[in-house]
């Protein structure tokens, strides 16, 4: 089942630089998406989501964008700390919250 | 913040024995989900439940896994007779409405099933 896919396994920024990392859908049917962070030993955290009828959505650092003819979006943290190191997860629904989710991009922020 | 809790955080089984993860939910939360990570491999849907009842589950739901609200602060998701391929990190997850649009889904911490 691929329906979702982080294709990036992890990614190295220096701090203070622009986190960009990556999710592809096939599922045409997805009509809202979302990213969760996660640290070890904890649960996945919602960190922002995008309707399909938008194509960006912000807040504070982080901002999504949503291309809908490429099924593709992309989370951008700017500038990127040391703290925002984690494990990312695109995940995406079509209705309800029956989430599907990508395998993660481990991000490290280099201080 | 509110939280939810999941205990164990770490269960250890043999194969064939009946196991229940247990969850505390956000107290105004009316939605509750299972989702489990195999080692590796992504988060998966397991379960939604609402108003006492199963809402939808997957493939992987099946006949040896089940799902109750046994008071009104309990979830618990129970395994009758566990397999090797059952190990996995459990997430208890609730949301207030049952849309991600109006409310996403907040996790717990996990329970690391191990089936020996």
């Known amino acids: 089942d691929q329906q979702v896919k982080q294709n990036s396994p992890s990614l190295s920024v220096q701090e203070g630089r622009i986190s960009i990392l990556n999710c592809d859908y096939t599922?045409?049917?997805?009509?809202?998406f979302l990213w969760y962070k996660k640290y070890p030993a904890e649960g996945p955290t919602f960190l922002i989501s995008?309707?399909?009828?938008?194509d960006k959505n912000e807040d504070g650092r982080f901002t999504v964008f949503l291309n809908k003819s490429a099924k593709h979006l992309s989370l951008h943290i700017v500038p990127s700390q040391p703290g925002d190191s984690a494990v990312y997860f695109c995940?995406?629904?079509?209705?309800?919250?029956?989430?599907?989710f990508g395998a993660g991009t481990i991000l490290r922020v280099k201080s | 913040e509110p939280e939810v809790t999941q205990t164990p955080s770490h269960q250890v089984t043999q194969m064939g024995q009946e196991v229940i993860l247990r969850c505390v939910p956000i107290?105004?939360?009316?939605?509750f989900y299972w989702y489990r990570q195999i080692l590796g491999q992504k988060v998966e849907f397991l379960v939604s439940?609402?108003?006492?009842?199963?809402?939808?589950k997957s493939e992987i739901f099946d006949d040896q896994f089940s799902v109750e609200r046994p008071d009104g602060s309990n979830f618990t998701l129970k395994i009758r007779s566990t397999k090797l391929e059952d190990s996995a990190m459990y997430f208890c997850?609730?949301?207030?409405?049952?849309?991600?649009?109006?409310?996403?889904?907040?996790f717990g911490n996990g329970t690391r099933l191990t089936v020996t």
């Open positions: 997850a609730s949301s207030l409405e049952g849309s991600a649009y109006r409310s996403p889904l907040h």
């Open positions: 599922n045409s049917m997805f009509d809202y």
């Open positions: 995008i309707s399909s009828i938008k």
């Open positions: 995940a995406a629904t079509k209705y309800g919250n029956k989430l599907v």
């Open positions: 107290s105004n939360h009316l939605y």
């Open positions: 439940f609402y108003n006492n009842e199963i809402s939808e």
